[in-house]
């Protein structure tokens, strides 16, 4: 039995990946030690902030690739786990992964089981996972919406959008999408309940958010900066609040300037004459502090139905690079992750 | 009797102010109207913010330069004021000014009777006033201090940095200054009671810095940018709060870059890495929701001898443009004011 593994071929150069970035292998099959842990990876999640990593050469070349990952423990030599157990861990592209003493997890996300009777599996690395505890850390906690105020969210059918724009919802607030294409628009009023949606990919985009926004914009959840966050710019009020999560409209931008600074050179007069608050957002600072609080309310919501969530699964470890280019693109159409081997409670 | 003015004399251009940006003028009293006083002044508060509304044309050419002031009722034709009741006004770069029915006032600055009693007038354009308040609103209510957290003040031995590093003096926290002469500095450790201060002047600062915050900042007290700025990046810790109050070093530009482009140019990647939170901080959206809060808080510190103040006083109004260069350039020492018409209650 092989390992089937995608490393980074190179570091990639500015723009959007290409299949040169990776470069597929069959290795053998790793045995675990003594105090470790052989699992199979269910489901791979690709995610926006995987590509600063590879092009800003933190992922070394060579390296498996880095990815959040739902698997199953298959041969246990550690007291935490059992074979058979699910486990939420960071095996990376690849279809084996070792968890346990010596392996080197991804700094603040340590394995964790996960009980499929809760929730589906796949959402241990999206809704009920660090994609909503990121949605949760920038809106809840940075950005304390109030019942009343208006919360815009861009990218609004993506991963973390969703989860972020249902929050407000449940705050209490006017929740405004931004999104692509109209069916992506249409999903997020008509499933996910937001009040509106407003297209960047329309030329009377800043006039559409302008009428859907009356009152102005309290609270704004940056994924994409570029002409969406311009749009969003002269409808702050005073003491609006801003989470900086990404900027995927910069990511693949090949003249030398830097995502954050795109952004930032836009907006500044505004922010200080509004008294607005910019959040820069990594979740890895909220994990201890918030996390146990996170998964208690969003099971909640969840078991409650206030919570819906769209994935869009990619069949087979093969296609992680062509998912991962659509998921940076905007071809993709909600949180994208890789079924990589089957999931054995979807039967 | 004539009423003395400093008009604008021109929008200015780039760099710093000079001479030329101001005309003197006699002009006679105005009478108050009914519902009207007229005031004598007593203090005229120089403040960064006047440049830039002269520089950046909010201040038209011709009209009374802008200031906030301190003054004497000398003929009340409104009920609220009886002939020598002393009031903070903003009557600007004159002797004589009205208030009352149809007199522009500066937005959010209504006049208030000021009670020489409880503390020495010019502080009402002071530490106890909209200087205090921006101290507060920054430092208390956007940044909110924790007990043993290192707070960083730029421009510490100026209005708003000596009354906001006091502050966190009070609420617990380890503070250092950043100012530039020795005597400066000096005064700031120990008049204010600083932990330390160090220069912006030295080419040992960012060292400096670094060696006086031991266990990196939590809070910065931004009233400076440029250099001084640069040496807190890369100090900051997880969570670190920075509130923009100005950015004085760039004021003087002349290659045409906005002060505040020049600040965000340098910091954003830190920003996101260790959710610091970036607040813009404009005084006049915490007047309704804090001036009361904390002028009752301040009072009680001077009270109880718990904050201590310096200003520089010019005399007579002839040197307020002088004065205003010196401030702006760091040639002053302490918050400044002009003295345009003597105060009855020092004798």
């Not at 297209?199 to 009356?214: G, I, K, N, V």
């Not at 969406?228 to 990404?246: A, D, F, K, P, Q």
């Not at 990619?314 to 940076?328: T, V």
Request: charge should be negative.
């Amino acid at each position: 039995m092989n390992n089937s593994v995608w490393t980074l071929a190179r570091t990639p150069p500015a723009g959007w990946p290409s299949e040169d970035d990776f470069a597929w292998q069959e290795r053998d099959l790793q045995q675990p030690a003594e105090g470790q842990a052989l699992t199979r990876t269910l489901y791979l999640s690709l995610d926006p902030y995987q590509w600063g990593r590879r092009r800003s050469g933190v992922e070394a070349v060579g390296s498996v690739c880095h990815g959040r990952t739902v698997s199953q423990v298959v041969e246990s030599r550690m007291a935490e786990y059992a074979d058979g157990d699910f486990v939420f861990n960071t095996a990376g592209w690849q279809s084996y992964g070792l968890i346990g003493e010596g392996v080197d997890v991804f700094g603040y996300m340590f394995p964790r089981r996960l009980d499929p009777e809760i929730a589906p599996l796949s959402t241990a690395v999206g809704i009920l996972g660090m994609l909503g505890l990121t949605a949760y850390s920038g809106l809840i906690v940075q950005c304390d919406p109030k019942p009343g105020e208006t919360v815009v969210v861009s990218a609004a059918s993506g991963g973390v959008g969703q989860a972020a724009g249902q929050m407000a919802r449940i705050a209490g607030c006017r929740v405004v999408g931004v999104a692509g294409r109209q069916e992506k628009c249409d999903f997020v009023v008509n499933e996910l309940g937001f009040d509106a949606c407003v297209s960047h990919l329309s030329e009377s985009y800043a006039d559409d958010l302008r009428a859907a926004c009356p009152d102005g914009i309290d609270v704004y959840f940056e994924n994409v900066g570029g002409k969406t966050y311009e749009g969003v710019l002269g409808l702050l009020n005073t003491h609006s609040r801003i989470t900086l999560c990404g900027f995927i409209s910069q990511y693949g931008n090949t003249d030398g300037k830097d995502a954050a600074k795109v952004w930032r050179a836009t907006g500044e007069p505004f922010f200080q004459r509004q008294s607005t608050t910019v959040h820069g957002l990594f979740v890895g600072n909220y994990v201890k502090s918030h996390q146990d609080e996170f998964l208690g309310k969003m099971a909640g919501w969840m078991v409650d139905g206030l919570v819906t969530y769209r994935e869009q699964i990619w069949e087979g470890l093969p296609s992680a690079p062509k998912a991962f280019a659509a998921m940076l693109d905007g071809s993709n159409f909600g949180k994208s992750l890789v079924r990589v081997n089957a999931d054995p409670t979807l039967t």
